[in-house]
């Protein structure tokens, strides 16, 4: 007998493929949230470090108090720069997840589908073994008597 061919099996590829490709872009994606998470915390730590600075021990306490508001509005800036990204980069991360989750579920219907092409094949060569068997036994009856 032949072995099991599934005709599909290029188009069970390419979503295999796909899925990883989802998969890839989910894994950049998060890494990149990460990255903003770090760099956003960062901020929020220079910010509150800010405040332990004692101005007084400076030359010019006024200037070095006008250079430490500036820091701190730039702080402020940045801060919620870096938390829009990271609102964008979360909702792009949501929307590669739903995407990832149909390329899983596209993949798993045609796994399902060779599978059961298979078993349908192997129905069908265990049911043409079986007329060969018993043809034979037939056979081998008629040759006896």
């Not at 188009?11 to 490709?21: I, N």
């Not at 509150?48 to 004692?54: D, Q, V, Y």
């Amino acid at each position: 007998m032949k072995k099991f061919d599934f005709r599909l099996e290029s188009v069970l590829k390419v979503r295999a493929l796909r899925k990883k490709m989802a998969e890839r872009e989910v894994a950049q994606t998060q890494a990149s949230l990460n990255k903003a998470d770090r760099e956003l915390e960062n901020v929020r730590q220079a910010y509150a470090g800010s405040f332990g600075l004692n101005l007084f021990e400076t030359p010019n306490p006024a200037f070095a108090a006008e250079v430490l508001q500036r820091y701190r509005e730039d702080l402020k800036k940045r801060e919620t720069r870096l938390d829009v990204q990271r609102q964008k980069i979360n909702e792009k991360l949501t929307d590669e997840k739903k995407i990832l989750t149909y390329r899983l579920k596209d993949e798993m219907v045609m796994d399902k589908l060779k599978d059961y092409q298979k078993q349908e094949y192997m129905r069908e060569v265990d049911g043409i073994e079986q007329k060969e068997i018993e043809e034979i036994d037939l056979l081998k009856r008629g040759l006896k008597s």
